[in-house]
């Protein structure tokens, strides 16, 4: 089955320690992204790589880095200095990010809490 | 930048009925409009994505609409049953996919 996968479902970390976040593709994608939903809000996106080695910035990437070494990879890492990390983390793929028309794709999302 | 706004925020309805979900956003110069449908604790699945050159999109009980120069977009929702209660997001698309994502209407179907 084609897809995309996220794990672990659940992650609980203690402060001041990083935690990457895994999400892997088979859909042969170019674009992989990375969101972030908190109650009451609407999904946020933290980066977004349009081909491998490649990522951009989203709208609120401060304390996050990520890495895209192979084109069905895109793992997440939320550092020590996201301010508040605990959220639901999802992962989204689509065939190519140009020229513009492509559907989205999402994971089963992970669960992050922070104590 | 872009804002999106969905309303109702929340809707109750009995099994049966004929529902709208509504849209609204900001810019109008966007190239393409997704629904999503997310379940609690879940990811989101796609369930229609409508091209900005279209005004209606449908898939079986489920027809989007859009009209650019307003800014809105509607889920129009036929014959509901309880496996539709779920939250539907609507996300514009306004460059180099990056999805803006509304709230969300919470939708609950009673048998």
């Known amino acids: 089955d084609g897809g995309i996968t996220q794990s672990p479902k659940y992650l609980f970390r203690k402060e001041g320690q990083n935690v990457t976040l895994s999400c892997e593709q088979n859909l042969n994608h170019d674009a992989m992204y990375w969101y972030r939903q908190d109650p009451g809000q609407g999904l946020r996106l933290i980066y977004y790589?349009?081909?491998?080695?490649?990522?951009q910035k989203g709208d609120i990437a401060e304390g996050y880095s990520v890495s895209r070494e192979k084109k069905e990879s895109f793992p997440l890492t939320v550092t020590s200095a996201q301010k508040n990390p605990t959220a639901f983390y999802l992962c989204?793929?689509?065939?190519?990010?140009?020229?513009?028309?492509?559907?989205?794709?999402f994971g089963p999302g992970t669960r992050l809490t922070v104590t | 930048k872009q804002e999106v706004t969905q309303i109702p925020a929340a809707l109750s309805v009995p099994e049966g009925e004929n529902l709208v979900l509504n849209c609204s956003f900001t810019?109008?110069?966007?190239?393409?409009l997704q629904w999503f449908r997310q379940d609690p604790g879940k990811g989101l699945t796609s369930l229609l994505l409508?091209?900005?050159?279209?005004r209606e999109q449908t898939s079986g009980r489920l027809n989007a609409s859009l009209d650019k120069s307003s800014g809105r977009s509607t889920l129009y929702i036929a014959a509901s049953q309880p496996g539709d209660s779920a939250t539907y997001l609507c996300a514009p698309n306004t460059g180099f996919q990056k999805l803006v994502f509304g709230t969300g209407t919470r939708l609950l179907v009673s048998p």
């Open positions: 409508i091209q900005s050159s279209q």
């Open positions: 790589s349009q081909i491998v080695n490649d990522f």
């Open positions: 989204a793929s689509s065939i190519a990010a140009r020229p513009l028309i492509y559907e989205q794709y």
């Open positions: 810019d109008s110069a966007i190239y393409n």
